[in-house]
């Protein structure tokens, strides 16, 4: 007697590798959801329990006996780090975003009490300028006054510039990370594919 045994490859293509793959695509996908909100970052925290609730089901089905760690088992286990190292570029690129805008929301603030004040003094003026002192004393208020003005708008334009280079830094980022990451995708389901299908 001859016996051959043989695993059915459709049953981990349908149940593990295809999910596992479309939970790659979508971690690929939230990188075009707006960052202004903690969407993103709770969609990418679901797909992370996701993965590690399959790697679950992968070591009940997987053998325990074997030697060598099976390539499944490497392609979810590199799935499950990929979505990983993504969410932790997430929380970057949201904690560079979130100090800009915490640094502009104090520039605002700092700038209409600074203007009101200005507004006030310049809406009242002295009652009386008959006098030349008084005249050249209202004059020096007011050159002061322009002095301050534009001072708080040297100071506004350099916390612009720092708001914009920090959000400026954060949008590098997650470009520069998306096409990383598309890459090392790509060239990893490539070497895989290959150790897979001889």
């Known amino acids: 007697w001859q016996i051959t045994i043989k695993r059915r490859p459709q049953l981990y293509v349908i149940n593990i590798i ?34 590690s609730v399959m790697l679950l089901i ?22 499950f780090c990929l979505i990983g190292i993504s969410i932790l570029e997430t929380i970057l690129v949201n904690y ?12 605002t603030t700092s700038t209409v009490s600074g203007q009101d004040g200005d507004a006030k003094d310049q809406k009242n003026p002295p009652a009386s300028v008959t006098d030349q002192n008084e005249e050249q004393s209202y004059t020096i208020e007011l050159l002061k006054q322009i002095l301050t003005e534009c001072q708080a708008a040297t100071q506004r334009k350099q916390r612009q510039k720092t708001l914009l280079s920090l959000t400026g830094v954060a949008r590098i980022i997650d470009k520069t990370f998306l096409v990383l990451y598309v890459i090392t995708i790509i060239v990893f389901l490539s070497v895989l594919g290959k150790r897979w299908i001889p």
């Open 18 to 51: 295809v999910p596992v793959f479309f939970f790659l695509l979508l971690d690929l996908a939230s990188f075009f959801i707006d960052t202004n909100g903690n969407d993103k970052l709770g969609f990418k925290v679901t797909l992370l329990l996701s993965i």
């Open 58 to 79: 992968l070591s009940n089905t997987l053998p325990s006996t074997a030697q060598d760690i099976p390539l499944i088992g490497i392609y979810c286990c590199a799935v």
């Open 96 to 107: 560079l975003k979130a100090k800009g805008a915490k640094k502009s929301s104090v520039e």
